[in-house]
């Protein structure tokens, strides 16, 4: 059972924003980085957001990323169709010597 | 860029050891910046990081997972492994192998492998 808790799902129509929200601790959030990850069927997750909201080349500046508190924020801003995918948070847990946790998941529909 | 490839068995029975291994291109598994990550996804379902070790054998685990783990370096051939022990059907998963980058003394998994699926089945 993940530590880290996001919407299960999230949808939007083309253009629109779309936001999800990743809730965790002071042992993870509060005192770390975190990550998002993309992951379409079938491949392997890429990196969306790393360092709280900094963007990898190449990905395109309508995704960006924030974390206040104990909570990190990812939005799609123009969503377009492949941006239809689920979406990870997650970031190093000082609890329990340290490790490295993800969020639940979030499966954005583009309606 | 860095390129990661897992190699192992995609059919492991039940009891028995899953062991798997990472091919690391493109980047020295002896860097200084670095943790080599295992995260493993059931199909259909999220993801779990598994552990991460260092190249000098510093090494994380996951906590439920600790018991039945063990990785290892081989620095000549710039690959890491993994083991896990007594499977069992709740073992079979995609396995991804990771870079896990420290930024600023932050833990981050940025360059992922292509994953491969182990079924565990007698």
């Known amino acids: 059972q993940s530590v880290l808790t996001q919407p299960p799902s999230a949808s939007g129509t083309p253009g629109q924003r779309v936001t999800i929200s990743c809730s965790g601790s002071?042992?993870?959030?509060?005192?770390?980085?975190v990550n998002w990850y993309q992951q379409v069927p079938g491949a392997a997750p890429k990196v969306l957001i790393f360092t709280n909201s900094q963007r990898p080349s190449g990905v395109p500046d309508r995704f960006s990323g924030s974390k206040s508190g104990t909570s990190a924020s990812l939005a799609i801003s123009g969503l377009q169709s492949e941006d239809e995918a689920d979406y990870f948070c997650a970031v190093w847990d000082d609890d329990l010597n340290g490790h490295y946790v993800f969020g639940t998941g979030t499966k954005v529909t583009v309606l | 860029q860095p390129q990661l490839q897992e190699s192992g068995p995609g059919l492991v029975k039940p009891s028995e050891t899953l062991s798997l291994t990472c091919t690391v291109s493109g980047d020295s598994i002896s860097s200084s910046y670095n943790y080599w990550a295992w995260i493993r996804q059931p199909p259909g379902k999220g993801l779990e990081w598994i552990g991460s070790i260092y190249y000098r054998g510093n090494m994380y685990y996951n906590p439920s997972l600790k018991s039945r783990i063990s990785m290892s370096v081989d620095t000549s051939k710039n690959q890491f492994s993994l083991n896990v022990m007594s499977v069992t059907a709740a073992d079979t998963a995609f396995y991804y192998c990771?870079?896990?980058?420290?930024?600023?003394?932050?833990?981050?998994?940025?360059?992922w492998g292509q994953g491969t699926l182990v079924s565990v089945s007698s």
């Open positions: 002071n042992t993870n959030i509060g005192r770390s980085t």
């Open positions: 990771a870079r896990e980058a420290i930024s600023n003394g932050f833990h981050e998994v940025d360059y």
